[in-house]
Every structure is written in C-alpha cells, then in structure tokens.
C-alpha cells in the first residue's frame, strides 16, 4: 500500500528556536497533505490543508505565522514550527490521499513527530 | 462530514471477535466510513473503508446496516497486539477533504 515517510520522528529543542518536520509521499504522488496536532489522551486535530504550488489553508485559531507549511513538490511538504514554545510541545502527523482515478481512495498517515520543547 | 458516535472503550478477550460499532445517523449519500486505528505514540493505520456493501479484507470486516446509519468493525480474531484506539470516521472523499477525527473507541484485548 502506499506509503506516507515522516522525518524526524522525535525532536528535542529549546524554547525560542525552529523546527522543521518533513512529510513524504514514497509512491505516490499528493497534490494536498495535512497536517495534524494530537496532545496527550486527546483525538488528531486538523491543523491546515497543505496545497501543492500554493497556499497551505488553516484551521481556525491555528496560527499561519507560526506554523509555516511548504508544499514545494507533489511528494514532500514540511512544517516548520517557528520560534517553538513549550506549549507547541506535541504530537504531529501528516497525511496524504492516494492519488488515482475513482473516488475510493485512502489517506494514508506518517508515523508522526514527538515535539518536546523545552 | 457526517459526525459519528462511539463508545468511548472496550474489552475484548484474545483470540475472540471484536466488534466495535459506530453510528452515523446523518451520513448522506457520498460519504464513505472508514475505519482506522492509533497504537500509541503512531500515527493512524487505516483499516478498512465502505459506501454501502460490507467489505473485508486481511485486517478485519466491516458490516454497514442497509440504511447506512451504523457499522460494525469485526476483528474476527483479537490479539494483543490490537489494542488500539479505533476510528470511525465519514467521508466524502473528495481530494482536498481530510479525515476529521472524533475520540474513537479505546479497545483493550486482554490475554
């Protein structure tokens, strides 16, 4: 089955500094990922939409400036965590729907980001 | 996307059926059910999707009522290594539609 690649899988930093976490589609191409948050014993929250070529849209009260989503390629989009706080310390995933005629078709999930900052 | 209700936990013996069931009573015609599950600390696996007939497939089967406002996910041989928490999710499945994730059902199978 397809297979979605999350790097790094775990990062430690300090409180101030950036973080950037990548998200590739291994044999398949995405035109849109996203980009999920998940805290400790809660569900996946939907962080933003990342778009191929344009524009990442965000969920409501997710700050763009913050979390800056690239889309560069049909098979890599990054998160980078800007000026990373304690707060933003959590659990991040990506995803991405396999592409391909019918309208049957999975969304696939990285293995996720354990972000610790202290 | 339709919401969906499931019970928050379940016990399941190992070796026995599991079934974890889900409503969606508001699913409108082109929206798929998926199911996927979370093992702790990685991110979501999909499991199994359907429309309107029950499907199956090496992980487990998924039964959807005739008006499609419920379904049951069958894991029909439980193990330990099942626990999980289970989601159970309705989609359009159109390309820019991501899954929107309730609480799921935490299944603990038990040796």
């Known amino acids: 089955g397809a297979v979605v690649s999350q790097h790094p899988s775990w990062v430690i930093c300090k409180s101030g500094t950036s973080v950037k976490i990548e998200c590739r589609s291994l044999d398949f191409q995405a035109t849109t990922m996203f980009w999920y948050r998940q805290f400790p014993k809660q569900s996946l929250m939907l962080m933003a939409t990342?778009?191929?070529?344009?524009?990442?849209?965000?969920e409501q009260g997710v700050e763009k400036d913050k979390f800056l989503i690239n889309h560069a390629s049909l098979t890599l989009s990054t998160l980078t965590v800007t000026s990373a706080h304690p707060e933003d310390s959590s659990f991040y995933i990506c995803?991405?729907?396999?592409?391909?005629?019918?309208?049957?078709?999975?969304?696939?999930f990285g293995s996720g980001t354990q972000l610790s900052v202290l | 996307d339709a919401k969906t209700t499931q019970p928050p936990s379940m016990d399941c013996a190992e070796g026995r059926a599991a079934n974890l069931p889900c409503n969606h009573s508001t699913i409108s015609g082109n929206e798929y059910v998926y199911w996927y599950r979370q093992i702790h600390s990685q991110g979501p696996q999909y499991i199994i999707h359907g429309l309107k007939n029950n499907e199956t497939n090496e992980m487990a089967s998924l039964i959807i009522t005739e008006d499609r406002k419920s379904s049951t996910l069958i894991l029909p041989h439980a193990t330990l290594r099942d626990t999980a928490v289970y989601y159970c999710i309705a989609n359009s499945n159109s390309g820019n539609t991501p899954l929107v994730f309730g609480k799921g059902t935490r299944l603990s199978v038990i040796a």
């Open positions: 995803s991405a729907r396999e592409t391909g005629q019918g309208r049957s078709r999975k969304l696939f």
């Open positions: 990342s778009n191929e070529g344009s524009k990442a849209t965000y």
